[in-house]
C-alpha cells in the first residue's frame, strides 16, 4: 500500500521561506505523479502542484507559481516542496499525495494522503 509521510512544517514570518519534505514508500515513486495540495481551517483544499514523474509535467496553482517549487529525489523516495517568499495565505495543513494532471487541473489520490504538515506564516 502506498504511503507518505510530511514533515518541515514551522511557524515562518512573512517573505520566509520554508522546505517541506514527503517520504514514501509502497510505491516506486519513478513512476507516480506526486504532488502537494493543502487545507486551511475553514477552508477549500487546494491543489498546491503535481509533479507526473522525474522528467514529467509539473502544474502549479496560480497563487503559488513562482514562490513554490516541488522536486523530487526518487533514489531516497522524497519529494520536496521549496517555499520562498510565503504569505499569511499560505498557512494551511500541507498534505502529499500521488497525483495526476487532467486537463491542467491536478487531481489527488486520497488514499496516499499523509498526515500533514502544518506551515504557518505570521509575524
Known amino acids: 500500500q502506498a504511503q507518505v509521510a510530511e514533515s518541515g512544517g514551522g511557524l515562518v514570518q512573512p517573505g520566509g521561506s520554508l522546505r517541506l519534505s514527503c517520504t514514501t514508500s509502497?510505491?516506486?515513486?519513478?513512476?507516480?505523479?506526486i504532488g502537494w495540495f493543502r487545507q486551511a481551517p475553514g477552508k477549500e483544499r487546494e491543489g498546491v502542484s503535481c509533479n507526473t514523474n522525474d522528467d514529467g509535467t509539473t502544474r502549479y496553482a496560480n497563487s503559488v507559481q513562482g514562490r513554490l517549487t516541488i522536486s523530487r529525489d526518487n533514489a531516497k523516495k522524497t519529494v520536496y516542496l521549496q517555499m520562498v517568499n510565503l504569505k499569511p495565505e499560505d498557512t494551511a495543513m500541507y498534505y502529499c499525495?500521488?497525483?495526476?494532471?487532467?486537463?491542467?487541473?491536478?487531481?489527488?489520490?486520497?488514499?496516499?494522503w499523509g498526515q500533514g504538515t502544518q506551515v504557518t506564516v505570521s509575524s
Open positions: 499525495a500521488t497525483c495526476v494532471i487532467i486537463a491542467d487541473t491536478l487531481w489527488f489520490d486520497a488514499g496516499s
Open positions: 509502497g510505491f516506486t515513486l519513478g513512476r507516480k505523479g
